[in-house]
């Protein structure tokens, strides 16, 4: 998906800038905006926050907590 202002949709041979970062370091949404990756040391810090959530989100039973 590559962002131009408040709209996202898919485009073909887009010039385009990794905007979002999956856990893995995969860029899953772009937008035409030059952007700058995240810092390594974010990325590593935040792998270690969601290491192994498989869902992430509010339970839908609070006990479950």
């Not at 952007?35 to 992430?56: C, D, K, N």
């Amino acid at each position: 998906m590559v962002a131009s202002g408040n709209i996202s949709q898919p485009e073909r041979d887009a010039h385009c800038y990794a905007e979002r970062w999956l856990p893995s370091g995969d860029a899953y949404e772009f937008t035409k905006e030059p952007t700058a990756a995240p810092p390594a040391e974010l990325m590593r810090q935040f792998r270690a926050i969601v290491e192994g959530i498989s869902v992430l989100g509010r339970p839908t039973n609070l006990l479950e907590w």
